[in-house]
């Protein structure tokens, strides 16, 4: 499989070259050259099978003609060491819990996998590969896990000191092996331009492999349309898988657009909302058809405190930049801190269930809009402990810390400071 640019300045990639280089030399993103459907049939079979083997169905339409299935079937049955259980929540509502992973947030599935299958791809090579990273928190520590211990690959964590929490700090900072945590004096911004830095000095790679691993992804991306066939198989299962509504916490967009992608491989979904908080571009790009970036805001629901998500291109694409054919398949929500907090505290009383404020944002919108004839499945991106400080003082309790979390707390931090200068950054890399 080819795969091109949402550009249309560069000549076709092969997969091993749109992973190696992560964004297309046009700034555009890549894309399959052709969406291969699952058949009825199979996607029939699916309710009752194991995640593992349905993920190798889903892996084998997008990369099989790339990787031999023995060694496809590997990669994913090494990656996905966890289940993403559907579990009711209240009437026709109910939580795609993606927070079982290693650092309990869903993006340990593209970053597992994106690992494993970089390795693959240098696997007859000598040199190392430094994979860059500036994180604001989830994104370094699912990287960060998702690479720690893979063969030639040197991982780099920029991140601003002081301002990630402690829970989300010691995820990737207390690691070792290969992967190294720079704590940068400066803020995310600054951390994501001196890796943009890197990735432009003629020296560093003249003399270095250098990669990204963020959500632009093929291989971090992709894989994330695994977990919603699964989602369906669980719903099938259950016998409510009819009139299926998917409901996505949505920053960058990967998580929606992988869903996107799996509807057009034959998911049976009827319809997709994307849940924003106060940084709703394209909440508003659904209601207006103008798409306007802006500066992102903070909010507690932070992994999703996104001015322009990478990702809109993909779904511009997808449907020819049709905004009629996107309003066709998705519709947007859009809420306030003060919503969210009420979402989660109410949704407590009521149900007993405890949401993250990510998840609080998706299980709203299907409060919002769910008619009674449908099922809705909203993605529960991370659980709720990640954001502990935040979660306790809503519900005005202490909620349990899972074992996993515990024991990154008990990690030694071993971090190396690094001043916001760029000299210091590209000397440290070439030590
Ligand atoms: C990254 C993230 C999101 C947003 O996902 P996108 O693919 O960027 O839209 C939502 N929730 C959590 C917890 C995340 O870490």
């Known amino acids: 499989m080819k795969y091109y640019s949402t550009n249309k300045q560069v000549p076709l990639a092969s997969l091993r070259e749109a992973v190696i280089k992560g964004l297309a030399g046009d700034k555009g993103l890549y894309m399959p050259e052709h969406i291969r459907r699952i058949e009825a049939d199979v996607i029939r079979q699916m309710p009752g099978m194991p995640f593992a083997d349905i993920a190798c169905i889903v892996a084998d339409a997008f990369f099989g003609e790339d990787i031999e299935k023995e060694t496809l079937e590997n990669i994913v049955r090494d990656t996905l060491s966890f289940e993403t259980p559907v579990v009711p929540v209240d009437r026709n509502r109910y939580s795609l819990e993606l927070f079982h992973g290693p650092t309990l947030a869903f993006k340990d599935v593209g970053a597992r996998f994106m690992a494993r299958l970089l390795r693959h791809f240098l696997r007859d090579s000598a040199e190392p590969v430094h994979v860059l990273v500036a994180t604001s928190g ?36 207390t690691l070792g092996q290969n992967i190294t945590a720079l704590e940068v004096d400066g803020t995310f911004d600054d951390c994501q331009a001196l890796v943009k830095a890197a990735f432009l000095d003629e020296t560093l790679n003249a003399k270095l492999r250098l990669t990204s691993a963020n959500s632009i992804n093929v291989a971090r991306f992709l894989p994330q349309s695994f ?38 491989m034959g998911l049976p979904v009827k ?13 508003e790009y659904l209601r207006s058809g103008k798409y306007e970036p802006r500066p992102s805001v903070r909010t507690i629901a932070n992994a999703m405190d996104v001015g322009a998500p990478s990702n809109f291109a993909r779904i511009l694409d997808l449907y020819q930049h049709d905004h009629a054919e996107i309003t066709r398949h998705i519709s947007g929500a859009h809420y ?43 993605l529960e991106t991370a659980h709720p402990a990640k954001f502990k400080e935040t979660v306790d003082a809503i519900l005005d309790r202490e909620i349990p810390i899972p074992d996993k979390l515990q024991a990154f707390m008990q990690g030694e931090k071993q971090s190396i400071a690094l001043p916001n200068d760029f000299d210091c950054f590209k000397q440290y890399l070439l030590a």
């Open 138 to 173: 989830d994104t370094g520590s699912a990287v960060a896990n998702g690479f720690l211990g893979v063969e030639g690959i040197q991982v780099h964590v920029l991140y601003p000191k002081g301002k990630v929490s402690p829970i989300q700090e010691c995820q990737f900072a």
């Open 227 to 264: 977990y919603y066939f699964n989602a369906y198989a669980q719903m099938a299962a259950r016998g409510v898988a009819d009139e299926w509504v998917v409901c996505v916490p949505s920053g960058n967009l990967g998580n929606l657009t992988a869903g996107l992608f799996a509807a057009e």
């Open 271 to 283: 319809r997709f909302i994307a849940a924003n908080n106060r940084n709703d571009v394209f909440f």
């Open 336 to 378: 306030t801190d003060e919503e969210i907090a009420d979402t989660i505290r109410r949704t407590f009383d009521e149900t007993g269930y405890v949401l993250d404020p990510h998840g609080a944002c998706g299980y709203q919108a299907l409060c919002d809009s769910l008619t009674d004839k449908e099922h809705g499945v909203f």
